[in-house]
């Protein structure tokens, strides 16, 4: 059923007048152009799609738009909002936490969710926390670097 739907996304109001089964991902992507988040295996297993909906990360590629009606999105292109990049992109670059960079929004956004949860994870959290992320180039260990670097500067130590 199409239907005019309103959520914050990345700080500013939205509206967009879609199918509200219409998938969160192809919202983004497709109508409202921010490609950052990516498809990645549309099953919810990989992690590329995740994008933070009321502080908690979710796949975008399993979430009906409806999902979001009165909700506060925030995608890898919100993160920083208008200013330096947000600690754990910043993290993220400075431990080469990357290598075709395809899974990293996704990364950012769970490794964002999991700090805002855990301040302080331990690297045992951290892997439980990071675990249903796919990497298929193997930055796993750089990965969880990043992040300990991003606990550090966002609060001061792990």
């Not at 959290?125 to 500067?153: F, P, S, T, Y």
């Amino acid at each position: 059923m199409v239907e005019t739907l309103r959520f914050t996304l990345n700080g500013k109001p939205a509206v967009v007048t879609v199918d509200s089964d219409r998938l969160l991902l192809w919202v983004l992507r497709t109508d409202l152009g921010l490609t950052g988040t990516k498809y990645g295996c549309g099953e919810s297993f990989c992690g590329a799609c995740t994008v933070i909906v009321n502080g908690e990360a979710v796949r975008s590629c399993q979430t009906a738009v409806k999902e979001v009606k009165a909700k506060d999105v925030v995608t890898i292109e919100g993160l920083a909002g208008d200013g330096p990049l947000h600690p754990v992109q910043k993290a993220f670059v400075e431990n080469d936490a990357l290598q075709c960079g395809y899974c990293t929004p996704g990364m950012i956004m769970n490794a964002y969710a999991l700090l805002r949860k855990n301040p302080r994870p331990s690297e045992a959290d951290i892997l439980e926390g990071m675990e249903d992320g796919l990497c298929r180039c193997g930055a796993h260990n750089r990965i969880v670097r990043a992040i300990q670097a991003a606990a550090k500067e966002m609060h001061g130590g792990l």
